[in-house]
């Protein structure tokens, strides 16, 4: 008795082409798939903000580049160099996996880091007195901007790592504190002390959306309140600059510490409830030094009054408001921990900027965020952004899997009730 044995036929030269034709339109399917509306508001902030940012920029440098015999667009360029780079940057960033940024944690960190210290080598100078500027190959760089991002994913990676032992006050501090420290001491060293407190409320907003116990989080908020105040007390500029703040008669030092606040509070109330109009601004023409850095929101006021401060303060709502809205619906721990830490950076060094330039607080040195002239500071929040916008797209798997275990939970309620009646 034989047997029959059936070969395969052989695979055709087609179905190799039809299954990569196959891959490549699931592919283009995921790539134009739809987004969450978190994702469409972030990103069309960010957008706005941006493009808001290069035209003030444009106005508030025009003049002094002129009068130094420059082209009045030659600073702004360099701005929107970086916009060019860092837009594709965030859009890139926002296709990554979850699971990219929890193993770029660690990485991130010891490289933004090492990046910091090359302030202290020869190719970091000072600017206004603090030594946190870099220059290769003509372009400067401000590497504290990158430890920015740095440490709220790594802060969020090591509260993630460690959500069930939270409870208990050595686990949230240790490695937490003394690296976070450790990190922002390189701030310090530079004498930047404004940079190295938004580092110290990233720090803080990621342990606060981390969960910990109240008391747990009182302890490194006092300690960072009281770290910031010795610092002030300790050194005479800083010292000076606050109380100079404080003198309720600020003309009497007109040409020292007052000069500046004064003028960026003269730009704002020249302006008015409609502004001067686009280009029209008198405090651009170097009445105001930093017009196009830390006081550009000065000249939003002067060229574009109340309306425009408004307008830009809506834009940052937004903005907050599509942050917060991916920190509420997230299941994932780390998710919620680096946004959190995120957005207390950018909406918190938004708000402190503004709050100088209104003379609530005294001057700290930080760039209003998106606008300020700065291309390291833009490139770093492009790409904060873009990590924003990649937690945004993990949202519908969230909310699918929290609706599940509801309706999970429901229904073991209604099996319950039904067996007990």
């Known amino acids: 008795m034989t047997t029959t044995q059936t070969r395969p036929a052989p695979a055709t030269a087609a179905e190799p082409s039809a299954k990569r034709g196959l891959a490549a339109r699931v592919s283009l399917g995921r790539v134009f798939a739809p987004v969450p509306s978190e994702f469409l508001l972030i990103a069309s902030?960010?957008?706005?903000l941006t493009v808001f940012g290069l035209v003030m920029v444009l106005s508030a440098t025009s003049a002094t580049a002129t009068a130094r015999g420059e082209a009045p667009w030659e600073i702004v360029l360099k701005q929107g160099l970086f916009a060019i780079i860092g837009i594709?940057?965030?859009?890139?960033?926002?296709?990554?996996?979850?699971?990219?940024?929890?193993?770029?944690?660690?990485?991130?960190l010891i490289g933004a880091v090492a990046f910091q210290m090359l302030v202290f080598t020869p190719l970091g100078h000072s600017n206004d007195g603090n030594r946190n500027w870099i220059t290769i190959a003509g372009f400067q760089a401000q590497p504290s901007e990158f430890l920015k991002i740095a440490l709220a994913l790594w802060?969020?990676?090591?509260?993630?790592?460690?959500?069930?032992?939270?409870?208990?006050?050595?686990?949230?501090?240790?490695?937490?504190?003394?690296?976070?420290i450790l990190a922002i001491a390189t701030v310090l060293a530079g004498d930047d002390l404004g940079t190295a407190m938004i580092l110290g409320l990233i720090v803080l907003g990621a342990l606060f959306f981390s969960g910990v116990r109240l008391r747990i989080f009182i302890l490194p908020a006092l300690a960072a309140a009281a770290a910031v105040a010795y610092l002030a007390v300790a050194s005479p500029d800083r010292m000076r600059r606050?109380?100079?703040?404080?003198?309720?008669?600020?003309?009497?030092?007109?040409?020292?510490?007052?000069?500046?606040?004064?003028?960026?509070?003269?730009?704002?109330?020249?302006?008015?409830i409609f502004g001067l109009g686009l280009g029209n601004s008198r405090e651009k023409y170097d009445?105001?030094?930093?017009?196009?850095?830390?006081?550009?929101?000065?000249?939003?006021?002067?060229?574009?009054?109340?309306?425009?401060?408004?307008?830009?303060?809506?834009?940052?709502?937004?903005?907050?408001?599509?942050?917060?809205?991916?920190?509420?619906?997230?299941?994932?721990?780390?998710?919620?921990?680096?946004?959190?830490?995120?957005?207390?950076?950018?909406?918190?060094?938004?708000?402190?900027?503004?709050?100088?330039v209104l003379r609530v607080f005294p001057v700290l040195g930080v760039p209003l965020p998106f606008m300020s002239q700065g291309g390291t500071s833009l490139l770093s929040v492009l790409l904060a952004c873009g990590v924003l916008l990649s937690f945004a797209r993990t949202l519908p798997a969230s909310v699918a899997r929290r609706e599940a275990a509801i309706a999970q939970a429901r229904a073991r309620r209604t099996r319950a009730a039904g067996s007990r009646g």
């Open 287 to 356: 009445w105001l030094p930093a017009a196009a850095n830390d006081y550009i929101f000065a000249i939003v006021g002067e060229e574009l009054g109340l309306i425009g401060c408004a307008v830009v303060l809506a834009l940052f709502a937004l903005f907050a408001v599509g942050a917060f809205h991916v920190i509420r619906k997230t299941d994932d721990p780390f998710v919620r921990i680096a946004a959190g830490g995120i957005t207390v950076w950018i909406v918190g060094q938004a708000l402190i900027n503004i709050g100088v």
């Open 155 to 180: 802060v969020a990676y090591v509260l993630f790592r460690k959500q069930t032992l939270l409870r208990k006050w050595q686990h949230v501090f240790i490695p937490l504190v003394p690296v976070s």
């Open 242 to 272: 606050f109380m100079s703040f404080l003198n309720p008669n600020c003309l009497d030092d007109y040409f020292n510490d007052c000069y500046q606040p004064l003028h960026g509070i003269w730009g704002l109330a020249s302006g008015g």
């Open 88 to 108: 594709p940057l965030m859009l890139i960033a926002s296709r990554f996996p979850l699971s990219f940024w929890k193993k770029m944690a660690w990485p991130a």
């Open 45 to 48: 902030t960010t957008l706005l």
